[in-house]
């Protein structure tokens, strides 16, 4: 099982980026899928899940209207589309797929926002 991120780096305060995570090893609609982010001297936060059948998102409380969580079967990514970006939305943030108590992570993307 193979999870790999891209789509960090450094934004203003108010601006946009698009993360995607590229699954490999394992039958991508089985398993739900979404994104965790842990900030510095913080513990990791949820932010966006998605089901096996894209139906289905939950969103954290911080970024609900902000970000825009979705999945694409043909490519196998799932991405998350950041919009009106804060500074308090730095953090690395980290795909993972869950499926009947198995759960695998990426490495992680850095997610900076300062002008």
């Known amino acids: 099982v193979q999870l790999v991120e891209s789509g960090g780096g450094l934004v203003q305060p108010g601006g946009s980026l698009r993360l995607s995570c590229a699954a490999s090893g394992f039958t991508f609609s089985s398993y739900s899928m979404g994104w965790f982010r842990q900030a510095p001297g913080k513990e990791r936060e949820f932010v966006a899940a998605i089901s096996g059948g894209g139906v289905f998102r939950n969103y954290g409380d911080l970024v609900t209207d902000r970000f825009t969580i979705s999945r694409d079967v043909a490519k196998r990514t799932v991405n998350l589309q950041m919009d009106s970006l804060k500074p308090e939305d730095t953090a690395v943030y980290y795909c993972?797929?869950?499926?009947?108590?198995?759960?695998?992570w990426g490495q992680g993307t850095q997610v900076t926002v300062s002008s």
């Open positions: 993972y797929a869950a499926r009947l108590g198995q759960h695998y």
